[in-house]
């Protein structure tokens, strides 16, 4: 049996006045697939990252989530439904542990949890010897790595990272790898999206590549005619049909 879809877009488009950040998106995620995104700055990622997770409603299109049409649902909804993501920039709560934090995402999540504990969690993201630690003291990457772990403890469904990478030294990106990685055990589907192209690349099943808010090209991560759409928008910026 062929996995059934998690997630469905259905013709979803975001303008902000003039700005057409996001133009007539279909795309369907499938259950436990871990689908890569990438595309050139401005093409519309992060946009579509807040629209899938509801921080951000469409101006046309529809948003289904394991065939219900989530489109009006609030991110604290979506969340309950199993829905978490990262955002761009890292927002974790300063003055408390990466205990407390990670103990809050754990409450704030909605349905079954991926993790039994907070303990098992900071296993995962190498935080162990941290977890008594303020947050405040935490360098860039590890702040990086305890947000995504908060979403990781919440969201049991469906995992939106957005540009997880920036920031991290060499190690730490090995170390997101392996986390991600170590994902696919569990079943959780998740969005990567991120600037490294060959980490996307090496780590999804199917890559969608974005440029001026069209979905381009959308196939398995070694597809030739994926990695020449990606060549054209990056190497020679232009629109795939241009
Ligand atoms: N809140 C907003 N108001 C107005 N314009 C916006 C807003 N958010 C995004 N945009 C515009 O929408 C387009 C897509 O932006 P978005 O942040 O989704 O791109 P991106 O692919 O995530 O880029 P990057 O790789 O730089 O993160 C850009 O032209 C951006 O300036
Ligand atoms: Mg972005």
Same mark, same amino acid.
């Given at each position: 049996?062929?996995?059934?879809?998690?997630?469905?877009?259905?013709?979803?488009?975001?303008?902000?006045?003039?700005?057409?950040?996001?133009?007539?998106?279909?795309?369907?995620?499938?259950?436990?697939?871990?689908?890569?995104?990438?595309?050139?700055?401005?093409?519309?990622?992060?946009?579509?990252?807040?629209?899938?997770?509801?921080?951000?409603?469409?101006?046309?299109?529809?948003?289904?989530?394991?065939?219900?049409?989530?489109?009006?649902?609030?991110?604290?909804?979506?969340?309950?439904?199993?829905?978490?993501?990262?955002?761009?920039?890292?927002?974790?709560?300063?003055?408390?542990?990466?205990?407390?934090?990670?103990?809050?995402?754990?409450?704030?999540?909605? @349905?079954?949890?991926?993790?039994?504990? $907070? +303990?098992? #969690?900071? =296993?995962?993201?190498? %935080?162990? *010897? &941290?977890?008594?630690?303020?947050?405040?003291?935490?360098?860039?990457?590890?702040?990086?790595?305890?947000?995504?772990?908060?979403?990781?403890?919440?969201?049991?469904?469906?995992?939106?990272?957005?540009?997880?990478?920036?920031?991290?030294?060499?190690?730490?990106?090995?170390?997101?790898?392996s986390i991600l990685t170590g994902l696919s055990s569990k079943r959780l589907s998740v969005i990567?999206?991120?600037?490294?192209?060959?980490?996307?690349?090496?780590?999804?099943?199917?890559?969608?590549?974005?440029?001026?808010?069209?979905?381009?090209?959308? @196939?398995?991560?070694?597809?030739?005619? $994926? +990695?020449? #759409?990606? =060549?054209?928008?990056? %190497?020679? *910026? &232009?629109?795939?049909?241009?």
């Amino acid at each position: 049996m062929s996995p059934s879809q998690i997630l469905s877009l259905r013709g979803v488009s975001k303008f902000f006045g003039g700005v057409q950040a996001v133009l007539d998106v279909y795309l369907d995620v499938l259950e436990g697939e871990m689908l890569g995104l990438i595309g050139p700055n401005g093409a519309g990622k992060s946009t579509l990252a807040k629209l899938i997770l509801g921080s951000l409603k469409p101006s046309t299109g529809k948003v289904f989530f394991g065939g219900r049409d989530i489109t009006g649902l609030s991110r604290r909804e979506r969340a309950g439904l199993g829905i978490a993501g990262t955002n761009q920039f890292p927002r974790v709560f300063s003055s408390l542990t990466l205990r407390e934090n990670l103990e809050i995402s754990l409450k704030s999540g909605g @349905g079954k949890h991926l993790f039994e504990s $907070v +303990a098992e #969690v900071a =296993e995962l993201l190498g %935080l162990s *010897g &941290l977890l008594e630690a303020q947050a405040s003291s935490l360098s860039h990457g590890q702040r990086r790595l305890l947000e995504i772990g908060m979403a990781l403890v919440s969201g049991s469904r469906l995992l939106v990272l957005d540009e997880p990478s920036q920031g991290l030294t060499g190690g730490e990106v090995e170390r997101l790898a392996s986390i991600l990685t170590g994902l696919s055990s569990k079943r959780l589907s998740v969005i990567l999206i991120d600037h490294r192209v060959d980490f996307v690349k090496s780590l999804s099943g199917r890559v969608g590549v974005m440029s001026k808010g069209r979905m381009v090209a959308l @196939g398995p991560a070694g597809d030739k005619g $994926v +990695a020449d #759409v990606i =060549e054209e928008v990056y %190497l020679r *910026g &232009l629109d795939a049909g241009d």
